[in-house]
Structures are given as C-alpha cells and as structure tokens.
C-alpha cells in the first residue's frame, strides 16, 4: 500500500471511528476535551506508522489500544491529585488488562459509550451554539474548518466556541452518564433539539449564499439514525428521524439549476427521493406505535410531512388534516412560527382570507418581528387576494429580514411580480 492510499485509509477510518474512540475515551477518562486529545494522538500515531507497517486488521481496535496506551502514561507522569490518579489509572489498567479480547470489548460498549456522549454534547449547561458546534465534532467528526464554514463564521470563532464548551462541561463536572428518571425527558428534547437544528440549517440556510446545505442534512439524520438505534423504546426519537427522511427525500428538487429556491408547491415530485420517503413513513409508524395516543411534536411534524410525501400532486394534498394536524401540534408544542405554519395551511383548506386573519393576529408577536417568513407569508395571501400594493411592500419586508442570498432573490422576484400586478 502506498503512502497516499495508507493516508485516505487513515482519514476514511477516523471519519467512521471518531465518535466512537471518544466516546470511549471519555468514560474512561471523564473528560471530553482529554477524550478528543487522546484520539487526536492516536490519528497522529496511525499516520506515522500504517504507511509503513500496513493497516491493522481491525483499525477501530488499533486506534483505541493506542489512545489507552496514551492515557497510562499521562496518568503516570502528570502531577494530579493521588485520588483522580488512583481511580483513573485503576479504570485504564483494568481495561487495558482485557485487551486481548478488546474488539468484543468495543461492541460490548460502544452503544452505551455514544450514548453518553451524544448527551454531554448536548447538555442543555451549554449555550445553544455550542450544543451545535460540539455534537459536529465530537459526533459527526467534522473538522473545526468544515464546522465553521456551515454555520458562516471564522474557523477561529468557532474553535474558540468548542473550547470553551469543552471547559464549560469540565467546570460544571457534567456527569458522563445516560441521565434517568425525569431528567431523561430534559436531557432528550436537548438532543433532539440539536440534531433538528443542524438539520434545519442544512434544509433552508438562514445565511449565505446557498439555501440548502445537504451536507447538514445528511450528517444530522446520520446522527438521528444513531440516536434511533441507542434508544429504540422513544417515540420522539423516531419521530425525528421521520421528519427528517420525509423532508430531505424534496432536498433535488427543493432548487433550480442555478440554486434558485423552488416552493414546494412548485417542485417536480418526481424528483422526491422515494426511498427516503419509504423509509421516513416506515419511521413514522415505528413513532406512532411507541407513541399510542400521546404523539409528541416531532411525531406531528413527521406526520404533517407524510402528508406531502403521500400526495401525487400539489392539487391532490389533504390540506384539510394538515391545518388538523396543525391544530394538534399548536396544542402540544404551542409557538408563534406553528401558528404561522397553520395559517398556510388553513389558507389552503379554506381560503387565502381565513389564513390571513391568523397572520394579521401574529403581527406583534415579539418572536416574530425579524421573522422574514412572516411578511413573506403575509404577501403571498395578500397576492391571492388580489391586494397586490400590499403584497409587494410584504414581500419587500421580507427581503430586508432574510439574510440568505438565494431567498432574498426569491422574495425581491415576488415583490416585483406583485408591483406589476398591481399596475
């Protein structure tokens, strides 16, 4: 093997293996920021050594055997206090005691070990922005370059933005545990809330110059589908994961050929991505029987979606169940921006002036002021309606709020329509 082809072997199996060798590392060690240290050396290790020695049989094994073998010596030779040295290097000499046998060791626990660390990513101790920064590396492992250019910030921001959430975790002694009893419920909505987020801004970026970023998407339902396989007995879980495969099943067809938006009603169903679709509706039923007659938030999303998913046509759509759906949804997880959405739909069910009264009641909801999908939703009733002076100066509403290039187009192009259209 040459050296270039040992390097991308090197590179494709951190990619696979990182979230899982820290995840590792981070029991043993407690310490996320130490966890992330130890695997980094232990990349470092196979990149020296595999090039010339070959690729080890079970590179996963390897790489952990490595990072261990670096945890013992620091636990060695640092200076800290007698009882982290004891318990720590009593925790690694056990653990290395078993190394022979460590490839089952690793399926053993490695489910347990991710599930750990996906709930200290997203420990709710932590600023939402970090929540997002944190699970891409430690979870997704994604460099802090590609993190940085997701979320349109400089590298050194968001490196910053990692090390102080890392030191924020060891400051606040955050447990490396599956949280239990009424936490769990807390400690769930956070996870979940994390991975829909880094999936919303890969599905309609709130800045930039593209407006999806499928990248985003595919590594959040990557990491749903983990989530789904760690903890199999909650429905919300799989109500996520639902959602996201129906969503990102429109993802060819959600933009035009120069990345253009398209509107869903507009789009080409023919390039929705059936598997996706199957595999979403397979999800949400898998939701829907855990759930039984207690359908949490993302269960209702997920099922306003397959409602999309399920229509042959824009014409053949059951706007009807979706403004219910809708309905439910405003009840269980009652905001502004669910509202709002229900206000579309009830403009489909039963025309452009009922949705129209609930937009014009958001008007001074405080969480919506520099929501650009408010005025943007605003002008198109309008437009239907046939009040088209007031549906441009909507739409242009909407242009100043939104900071995405590509929607800005979209919205000023709606503007002008409705300028023309009013004479």
């Keep these: 093997m040459s050296a270039s082809d040992a390097h991308h072997t090197v590179e494709t199996v951190w990619r696979m293996e990182a979230p899982k060798l820290i995840a590792g590392l981070a029991r043993l060690t407690r310490d996320v920021g130490r966890a992330e240290e130890l695997a980094q050396d232990a990349l470092v290790a196979a990149l020296k050594q595999w090039p010339e020695e070959g690729v080890p049989r079970n590179p996963a094994a390897w790489l952990m055997q490595v990072a261990k073998h670096r945890a013992l010596d620091t636990v060695r030779h640092e200076a800290m206090a007698r009882r982290k040295q004891e318990e720590l290097g009593r925790d690694l000499e056990d653990d290395h005691s078993a190394m022979p046998d460590l490839d089952a060791a690793l399926d053993d626990e490695v489910g347990d070990d991710l599930l750990r660390l996906i709930f200290i990513a997203c420990h709710p101790v932590l600023p939402q922005e970090a929540r997002l920064a944190l699970t891409l590396k430690l979870l997704g492992g994604l460099t802090t370059e590609e993190i940085a250019r997701a979320f349109l910030v400089p590298e050194p921001t968001m490196a910053q933005r990692i090390v102080r959430a890392k030191k924020t975790l060891s400051d606040a002694r955050v447990l490396y545990e599956v949280p239990a009893g009424a936490e769990l419920g807390e400690r769930l909505a956070s996870v979940l809330e994390v991975v829909h987020l880094i999936f919303n801004e890969g599905y309609a970026a709130t800045a930039g110059q593209d407006w999806v970023r499928p ?20 429905p919300e879980v799989h109500g996520l994961v639902a959602l996201m495969e129906l969503q990102a099943s429109r993802l060819r067809a959600r933009t035009g050929p120069k990345g253009e938006p398209i509107l869903l009603l507009d789009q080409n169903r023919a390039r929705w991505d059936r598997l996706l679709i199957g595999r979403g509706l397979a999800a949400l039923e898998q939701a829907q029987r855990l759930a039984g007659s207690l359908p949490g938030p993302y269960l ?25 759906l809708y309905g439910v949804l405003a009840r269980v997880a009652p905001s502004p921006v669910v509202e709002l959405n229900r206000a579309v739909a009830v403009s489909m069910a039963d025309g ?16 919506l002021r520099r929501y650009h999908l408010l005025p943007s939703v605003r002008g ?7 009040r088209h002076r007031e549906a441009a100066e909507a739409f242009e509403q909407a242009v100043a709020l939104t900071r995405n290039v ?18």
């Design 215 to 234: 990248t985003l998407c595919e590594e959040a339902m990557r990491l749903g589908r983990i989530l789904a396989g760690l903890a199999p007995r909650e």
């Design 380 to 386: 198109d009733l309008l437009s239907k309606l046939g």
């Design 406 to 423: 590509k929607e800005q187009a979209l919205m000023q192009k709606r503007a002008e329509t409705a300028r023309v259209a009013a004479g």
């Design 300 to 324: 209702l999303q997920a099922a306003l979606a397959a409602c999309h998913a399920r229509a042959p046509t824009a014409d053949e759509t059951d706007w009807a169940r979706i403004a219910a």
């Design 352 to 367: 452009p002036a009922a949705g129209l009264a609930i937009v014009e009641a958001l008007a001074e909801e405080p969480a």
